[in-house]
DNA sequence: TCCATATATCGAGATATCTCGATTTTACAT
DNA sequence: ATGTAAAATCGAGATATCTCGATATATGGA
């Protein structure tokens, strides 16, 4: 858990919203027939919603998934991306034991 | 309370850690007699224990204080900075509904 | 008034982040 | 093999942050 690291990832508002997104699948198209058992979002998608560049959207995932975020699932061509809930427990925890008192 | 800019005050190592040492008086050296019944502390103290430039803890301190992390008193020459809990924890609560599931 | 001390603000160079288009890699289909 | 589609990586220009020294402002004392 690198604090420094997960903070940066959040410094950002359109990586926020990316996770708030992933919060529930259903703010995204539906998946291929192939993929309904998947939770995950593929990158198309995601970039669709946030009008930005295929390259910075991946980049964004992937900073989000260092920081520990996300996890991505690779699925023939595609990159399913789902957020970790417990990973994000963790920080919050560690997060609001750094800044708030006692 | 904006998000942006206060996640922005907390992504900087050396300025949470000066918010850890807020937490407690005793992390700086005694304050003066006239000063005694302050809470706060003095950039002269932060600075040294930071080892930044003057200019610099005074920038950070500004930068905590529009966040409303901090809230500045000027007494004579001086401005003590302590910490806003309450504001912190209307932070805290803020992030955490925007970043956790549900 | 003049000086010393504490803090704030200004201006700038160094470094980091943002975001893009172009290219590369990976996987699948013909 | 060749082509296509999805995603990752690369390289770079624009913008923001970091941090400093220099200067300005405010306060109190001689």
Chains 1, 2 share one sequence.
């Not at 690291?5 to 919060?23: F, H, Q, Y």
């Not at 259903?26 to 390259?55: M, R, T, W």
């Not at 975020?69 to 925890?93: C, P, S």
Request: hydrophobic content about 40%; some cysteine.
């Amino acid at each position: 858990m690198d604090l420094e690291k997960s903070i940066a990832a959040l410094n950002n508002p359109i990586r926020r919203r990316i996770l708030e997104w992933l919060k529930d699948r259903s703010n995204f198209p539906p998946a291929l027939p192939e993929h309904a058992d998947l939770e995950g979002v593929c990158v198309a998608y995601i970039q669709e919603k946030a009008q930005l560049s295929q390259s910075t959207i991946s980049n964004y995932m992937g900073l989000l998934k260092h920081a520990g975020f996300v996890v991505a699932e690779r699925h023939g061509q595609w990159t399913f991306y789902r957020r970790d809930e417990e990973k994000i427990q963790a920080f919050l925890a560690a997060f609001r034991d750094e800044i708030a008192k006692s």
